[in-house]
């Protein structure tokens, strides 16, 4: 099985500022099927990112995604209010389609 | 617009099964594998498998082999997904989501059912 592995666990940050989420993977993860999904409390996940750095229909283009192999980013230009959330990196190139452990992007 | 509803929160005491729909809509059904996803309460999300609603065929988690069955009802657009022997590990929110398409098509999970919460308890 691929084991993803996220950090920073936490990221607190400011209104306005970069975040810079990690995922590395246990083994290359084939043709960039690497996935970035954004939670708020109580709700569904969401697509944010495919392919590694395909933004996901409507996804504004603060958000930008990197990487191959084994290491992989997701990129926040500029943090509005409604993107303090928890960040799940996911491969889907083979069963099964593991998640990282998340990253929680709070308010300092 | 693709929407994909889920059945009610359901309570089930241990050693019970629950089955758990999943009804999307604004896509040809047979068209997308249809996987399942569950979230323990404050955990992360755990993939559990898939079914393709075209063939009927299906892919489990190693964890649930033997606990889970994944169906679809062509005639209605719907997916199933039955866990049996449940114990209190199994409460979580589980999460039906749409996957690539049948013809090898992938761009992760690009759309979620609302979450159906089960409750394991005596």
């Known amino acids: 099985d691929i084991v993803l592995t996220q950090s920073p666990g936490t990221l607190s940050l400011s209104p306005g500022e970069r975040a810079t989420l990690s995922c590395r993977a246990s083994q290359s993860v084939s043709s960039s099927y690497l996935a970035w999904y954004q939670q708020k409390p109580g709700q569904a996940p969401r697509l944010l990112i495919y392919?590694?750095?395909s933004r996901a229909t409507g996804i504004p283009d603060r958000f930008s995604g990197s990487g191959s192999g084994t290491d992989f980013t997701l990129t926040i230009s500029r943090l509005e209010p409604e993107d303090f959330a928890l960040y799940y990196c996911q491969q889907y190139v083979a069963s099964p389609f593991t998640f990282g452990p998340g990253t929680k992007v709070d308010i300092k | 617009q693709v929407q994909l509803v889920q059945s009610g929160a359901e309570v089930k005491k241990p050693g019970a099964s629950v089955k758990v729909s999943c009804k999307p809509s604004?896509?040809?059904?047979?068209?997308?594998?249809m996987h399942w996803v569950r979230q323990a309460p404050g955990q992360g999300l755990e993939w559990m498998g898939w079914i393709n609603p075209n063939s009927g065929g299906t892919n489990y988690a190693q964890k649930f082999q033997g606990r889970v069955t994944m169906t679809r009802d062509t005639s209605i657009s719907a997916a199933y997904m039955e866990l049996t022997r449940l114990t209190s590990d199994d409460t979580a929110v589980y999460y039906c989501?749409?996957?690539?398409?049948?013809?090898?098509?992938?761009?992760?999970?690009?759309?979620w059912g609302q979450g159906a919460l089960v409750t394991v308890s005596s």
């Open positions: 604004g896509y040809t059904f047979t068209d997308y594998h």
């Open positions: 989501a749409r996957g690539a398409t049948t013809t090898g098509t992938k761009r992760g999970f690009d759309f």
């Open positions: 392919g590694a750095s």
